[in-house]
């Protein structure tokens, strides 16, 4: 898989992040979920263990719809 880079809103080079794939997807770095709360909203929905869930802000999905 080919990634190439799209947008940041890090100011020192971190996460997050946001790629575009060679196979028409989207890679989103981001701080890993661990809150159990969260965790649990999420398998409630099917969440598999095998997956991992991120949080990015919001302004790095803005820049999608030309919002950044």
């Known amino acids: 898989m080919e990634l190439t880079h799209l947008y940041s809103t890090s100011k ?3 996460c997050p992040e ?3 794939t060679d196979r028409g997807t989207y890679v989103v770095q981001g701080t890993r979920i661990t809150d ?3 965790l649990a909203a999420l398998r409630k929905r099917g969440f598999p263990d095998h997956e991992t869930a991120v949080e990015v802000p919001k302004g790095l999905l ?3 719809k030309g919002g950044a």
Do not use: R
Request: no cysteine; aromatic share 16%.
């Open 12 to 14: 020192n080079g971190g």
């Open 18 to 20: 946001l790629y575009e």
């Open 36 to 38: 159990p709360q969260a």
């Open 62 to 64: 803005d820049f999608l």
